[in-house]
Each structure stands twice: as C-alpha cells, then as structure tokens.
C-alpha cells in the first residue's frame, strides 16, 4: 500500500530556499506519477507541481513557475520539491499525492494517495 510521508517543511523569510521531500514508505508507488499540493487557510487545495514515473514530463501552476522544481528518486521511492525566491503567499501546508494513471495530472481527485502535509511559512 503506498504510504506518503512528507519532510522538509519550516519557517523561512521571504526570497529564501526550502527543499521538501516525499517518501512513500510502503514502496509500492512505482510506476505511480506524483504531485505536490499546497492550502492555505480558508483557501481549496491547489495544484503546485506533478512528474511522471520516468520523470520524462513535469508540470508546475504558473505562480511557481522558475521557482520550484520537482524531480523524483524512483530508486529511493521519493520525490522532492526545490522551492527558491520564496514569497508570503506561497505560505500553505504541502501535502504530496501519487497515483496510478499515466500522463501528468494535475487536478486534485485525479490523485488516489495522499501524504499528512508538511507546514511551510515564509515571512515577509
């Protein structure tokens, strides 16, 4: 079964550098594409960035875009989110899924797995 554990979260300033990290610790999402997701209070989980099993096609929301970078470790079972130039808004909990399906997805129920969430702050 795959079993998301998401790591890396904290408090940063603004225009600062985060790196979370996914492990699935079931070892059983290959072949899986991955996604990172982001809330934040009152707000409905968004869409942040998603790569396929080879890692051949990725997909970010344009308000990340030359900012965050996801890349993935199929050997290690994990997948990561560089996250630079950090802004306020970017403040959310980062929640990680994976599913099944081929291609890159990016809505939100198109993911069967999810992780707890990791908090990320960034002050201005």
């Known amino acids: 079964q795959v079993q998301l554990v998401e790591s890396g979260g904290g408090l940063v300033q603004a225009g600062g550098s985060l790196r979370l990290s996914c492990a699935d610790s079931g070892r059983t999402s290959s072949g899986y594409g991955m996604g990172w997701f982001r809330q934040a209070p009152g707000k409905e989980r968004e869409f942040v960035a998603s790569?396929?099993?080879?890692?051949?096609?990725?997909r970010y929301a344009d308000s990340v875009k030359g900012r965050f970078t996801i890349s993935r470790e199929n050997a290690k079972n994990t997948v990561s989110l560089q996250m630079n130039n950090l802004k306020p808004e970017d403040t959310a909990v980062y929640y990680c899924?994976?599913?099944?399906?081929?291609?890159?997805?990016?809505?939100?129920?198109?993911?069967?797995?999810w992780g707890q969430g990791t908090q990320v702050t960034v002050s201005s």
């Open positions: 899924a994976a599913d099944p399906k081929a291609g890159v997805l990016i809505a939100p129920m198109s993911f069967t797995y």
């Open positions: 790569i396929t099993w080879s890692g051949g096609r990725t």
